[in-house]
């Protein structure tokens, strides 16, 4: 094994912190989420600030007919609840008459409907009832219970509470199945399930193309996760019996090979026959990581917290690019589905999680590091500081796990410090 | 409940940050939930500011609501006092501290801060960002510029400029378009405000001899207030050659100076341009203009007296304004359309049948995905429309740049057709594709964009040699063409159209 994962979490010092919290709120997973499911549509319960919200995050998304919007409540339906339920009933049947394609329904909570305490499984269940063949859910990725990805989380614990499970007493129930969770891009998806058809190793994603054809999770189920920030998920999984395979995030050529090991290991693949597996792609990554590494080698690199995936990032950027770590923000830090991640970071690593976010600037501006990853909110400012940023939304948007892609993960961070140094303005 | 994907407008709380923004040594602390801070964005993206709004959010999240968000709240202000030592905090909520009653003014009073604090009440679910960018500033000038204080003498002639705010479209450049004015008349800028001012510079205000209020969606209710305080304003708009030289002689007349230096400008090219014989082609374009009231008002008389165009849709998505675009309607001789549903303005469009549209950033898409010409007079706009050049919509530079923006999608449409025209040619076939159109051009060279004709009577079979005549006609009139023509052949009770028929119905609604 390249990279050992131990099966203890390693305590370590976590500077926590409360205050000024500069993310977005869980609504935002829905601008990706939209797009891996293609048979799905999200109806957001919410205000005008979460329309704006979702518009200001799609950018040009928001034209081409996307499969989301929001049920913008209005003063008459704060007046009583009863009303509430029959407008949400109205605009529910108006929307899946207009777009007959549409499998399943997802109700998203926000913080408005959150804090009146609009029942909205329950309402889900209630357009359940009149509706066959559609499958309506919810979830919540208002920004009082989710930060960003954790919408991603809830959304798709929602779908994992709603798959078929394994039937019991069967043959098909002993025989223990893959599972890659977590949303992916098409094509890296694609990528993932050949390199484990050359181990001879059966795979399914979840969740899969389409929000209907769900794989069963049930005792037999082994699963491996593709994100960092799926701790609900994860939950719904492992109460349904199924067992988590543990495993550094697919970040570069080494966190690759450890996470598809992990997955060999569980299975008893022959090591020989995974080796010759991987071999071809975990050489193209390291070649394609070779260009960036000279230019982020030694390069002090500071995450504010955004999505939960900073942990793995950096532990990319440092074991496999040669960068120096002065502080990685996280919002959430899930102990144990990060623990083969927090052995492979340095002892001197300052983890912090949570955010007040003036004081977090202040160490920024005291620390003056080479790149600091953060949001659209605080790059630009910073820039203005004289200090090269990386905003953080890309990483979620673009294709960067696995081999393939491990040189274009090197390369959006190398960038801004090429364009500073190129600059002669 | 209302359904929406796209909104015309944000909640009220990003007007009232709008306006922090704009100005300098004023905070904002908004008790707002986790997220909310997405507006700051808006600021550092889109109008790509170097820093960040001055704005603290509370940033609540479910494990506080237990019962100490007040807390939160004052925890937060007093922080962000100590911090950035504002002259002046505002403080309110968004729409869900709304819901959550904590009273942001009460508890910012208890505080004892050592500068004003505006309280604002912004209702989130009944008003939206104009409206709150409006009531901020309203409140701001009403607190330090309070009624019946003494009147200074007012011997400079001198003017503020009220309305301009942060993402505001075109503010920057129309500020100082104006300003090129009144300095052209020998009138001093007093204060210019939000934009840039301080709160001190707010309480400067009723020094000035008047008012100029250049966008009343933000700036009105303050004017109003100063009104009444005895200064008056103008309220013209200068949005074209016309209303430019209205405004001229209405500042002019209110300072007691001669309006000569202005009118008539050596650097307003616009009425040439437009009356030189290469612009002999713009006459009787049908175009469709959406947007703020303000601006898609002066956008319709523009694009009728000083362009020659026909305008044969207007409206805005602003309700509160909506007077003035209705009135220029009717002077049109059409209906306005008040609606801020953009599948509405999707609809008139198309049924429009327009040669250019003139609209805000979701205006550019629809003309986009129609395959119609189109240029944005209105917010909101997206980054491009913050541009690093000068580029006034107002006064005598902001003229020219009207008339170079409206005009320029209409020569890249004319180059398109011809184009189409050529395609049989090898070196314009289909697969050429199109210029501007990001592709549209190369499908209206294969198949018409025009939905299919609205009402079933009119409905006629057409000859393929009828047919192919049609496809002669350029791209962007064709619907019209066909229309007209399965119009006329209904009516004269013709079951098949023939080439004669779309050449008599040709001369029957001749343009």
Known sequence: MTVAAPLVPTPRPV????????????????????????????????????????????????????????????????AGLADMNDELDAVV??????????????????CPSEVIKLDLPRAAQRLQAQRSGIRILSYSGSGIETTFTEGEDACLAALARSAPGTPAGTDAALIPELL??????????????????????PVRFFPGRSSTDLPAIGPNTRFLLAQPFLGETAGVFEDRGAVRISAPFPFGAEGTTAWLEAAADAFAIDPLTFRRAIAPGRERAKRALERHREQLAGKRIFFM???????????????????????????????????????????????SEGQDVERQLDRVRAARPDLTVCGLGLANPLEAEGLSTKWAIELVFTPIHGFEQAGDLAELFARP????????? | MRLAVWTYEGPPHVGAMRVATAMRGVHYV????????????LFTMIERRGERPPVTYTTFQARDLGGDTAELFKTAARQAYERFQPELMIVGASCTAELIQDDPGGLAGT????????????????????????????????????????????????????????????????VREVTRILELLGIEVNVVAPLGASPSDIRRLPDARFNICLYPEIGDEAARYLEKQGQPCIRTVPLGVAATRRFIEEVAAVAGVDPAPALNHPDLRMPWWSRSVDSTYLTGKRVFIFGDATHAAAAARVAAHELGFKVCGIGCFNREFARDVRTVAAELGLEALITDDHLEVEEAIAAAQPELVLGTQMERHTAKRLGIPCAVISAPVHVQDFPARHSPQMGIEGANVLFDSWVHPLVMGLEEHLLTMFRDDPEFHDGAGASHLGGHGATASTQDPEPAAPSAEAVAGWTAEAEAELRKIPFFVRGKARRNTEAFAASHGLATVELATLYEAKAHYGR
């Open chain 2, 30 to 41: 908004l008790h707002a939930p986790q997220g909310d801070t997405y507006a700051d964005l």
């Open chain 1, 417 to 425: 410090l090429r364009r500073r140094d190129m600059l002669r303005i």
């Open chain 1, 93 to 110: 049947t108006r929307l899946l008459d207009r777009r007959p394609g549409i499998r399943t329904l997802f109700l998203v909570g926000s």
């Open chain 2, 111 to 174: 505080l004892g801060l050592p500068c004003p604090v505006i309280p604002l009440e912004l209702p989130s679910y009944s008003r939206k960002e104009h409206w709150g960018a409006s009531e901020t500033f309203y409140q701001i000038v009403r607190a330090l510029c309070p009624a019946g204080a003494p009147r200074p003498a007012r011997e400079r002639i001198s003017a503020n400029i009220l309305g301009p705010a942060a993402l505001g479209f075109r503010h920057r450049d129309d």
């Open chain 1, 305 to 351: 917290p955004d999505s939960q995936l900073e942990l793995p990032l950096a532990r990319f950027l440092a074991t496999e690019c040669g960068a120096e770590l002065v502080e990685v923000g996280t919002p959430y830090l899930h102990a144990r589905h990060l623990a083969p991640e927090l052995a492979l970071l340095g002892d001197d690593v300052v983890i």
């Open chain 1, 180 to 201: 890659v969770v977590g949303a992916l891009p098409d094509i890296v998806e694609d990528q993932f399930e050949r390199l484990f058809a050359d181990m001879g190793l």
């Open chain 1, 15 to 78: 500077l926590r912190e409360r205050g000024q919290r500069e993310v977005f709120c869980g609504l935002t997973g829905i601008v990706w989420l939209h797009r891996k499911m293609p048979d799905a549509f999200f109806l957001v319960v919410g205000s005008r600030t979460c329309a704006h919200l979702l518009q200001s995050a799609a950018g040009v998304m928001i034209f081409a007919e996307p499969r989301f919007a929001t049920a913008i409540m209005e003063e008459k339906d704060l």
